[in-house]
C-alpha cells in the first residue's frame, strides 16, 4: 500500500512511525508480535514480512510525503535468494488492513506523539544487544547495538569503546 499525504510538520519520524502503526495493528489484527529491524523492516521469528519506504519531496509546491508499506500476507514459496524473506501466512481483509495502518500512522504523524514513536519503535526493535555489521566509506564495520536517540538513529559501540550513530545505511546482524 501507498499513502501519500500532506503533514503538519517535516520534522516528524515517518519512517519509525509507519513501523510502529504497522507493528500495532498487525498484533491488534492477528494477536503475533512482529519486531522491527534497523530502519524500516518488520519481522516475525526471524524472517522480514514488511519493508518500508518513505520519502519526502515537493509537488506543485507542496511538502508531500508518500509511504509504502509492503507486507507479505500469504505467499509461501520465496526464492532461494531471499533466505530471509517470509509471510505472516494469514488471509484477511486487506483494504481494511491497509487502512487500520494508515489511520493508527496518521494519528501517530502529531507532533505531540514523537516520544511515543521513539519509546514504542525502541521497545520493537530486536537488535538492541546485538552485534551487527555496516558498512562505512567501503569499510566493513562491526559493533554491538546500544540502542536508538531521539532522531531513531542507531546508536552503536564499536569494538574499541568508542559510540558512533548511524543514520542511515543497511545492517546486518553478525551471527
Known amino acids: 500500500m501507498?499513502?501519500?499525504?500532506?503533514?503538519?510538520?517535516?520534522?516528524?519520524?515517518?519512517?519509525?512511525?509507519?513501523?510502529?502503526?504497522?507493528?500495532?495493528?498487525?498484533?491488534?489484527?492477528?494477536?503475533?508480535?512482529?519486531?522491527?529491524?534497523?530502519?524500516?523492516?518488520?519481522?516475525?521469528?526471524g524472517k522480514k514480512v514488511c519493508g518500508i519506504l518513505c520519502e519526502t519531496y515537493i509537488s506543485s509546491?507542496?511538502?508531500?510525503?508518500?509511504?509504502?508499506?509492503?507486507i507479505n500476507l500469504t505467499t509461501?514459496?520465496?526464492?532461494?535468494?531471499?533466505?530471509?524473506?517470509?509471510?505472516?501466512?494469514?488471509?484477511?481483509?486487506?483494504?481494511?488492513?491497509?487502512?487500520?495502518?494508515?489511520?493508527?500512522?496518521?494519528?501517530?504523524?502529531?507532533?505531540?506523539?514523537?516520544?511515543?514513536i521513539i519509546q514504542e519503535y525502541e521497545k520493537k526493535l530486536f537488535i538492541i544487544g546485538k552485534t551487527i555489521n555496516f558498512t562505512e566509506n567501503n569499510i566493513l564495520n562491526s559493533a554491538t547495538v546500544k540502542g536508538i536517540n531521539d532522531s531513531c538513529n542507531l546508536i552503536v559501540e564499536l569494538p574499541d569503546n568508542t559510540e558512533k550513530i548511524l543514520s542511515s545505511g543497511e545492517i546486518s546482524i553478525k551471527l
Open 2 to 45: 501507498t499513502l501519500l499525504f500532506e503533514p503538519e510538520s517535516m520534522n516528524l519520524l515517518f519512517t519509525p512511525a509507519a513501523a510502529v502503526a504497522t507493528c500495532e495493528v498487525i498484533e491488534n489484527f492477528f494477536g503475533i508480535s512482529p519486531q522491527i529491524k534497523w530502519v524500516n523492516d518488520i519481522f516475525l521469528d
Open 61 to 70: 509546491g507542496k511538502r508531500l510525503v508518500s509511504v509504502g508499506i509492503g
Open 76 to 116: 509461501k514459496d520465496f526464492p532461494d535468494t531471499l533466505p530471509n524473506a517470509s509471510s505472516l501466512g494469514i488471509e484477511c481483509d486487506k483494504l481494511k488492513l491497509a487502512e487500520e495502518i494508515c489511520k493508527v500512522f496518521l494519528s501517530l504523524c502529531k507532533s505531540d506523539k514523537t516520544d511515543y
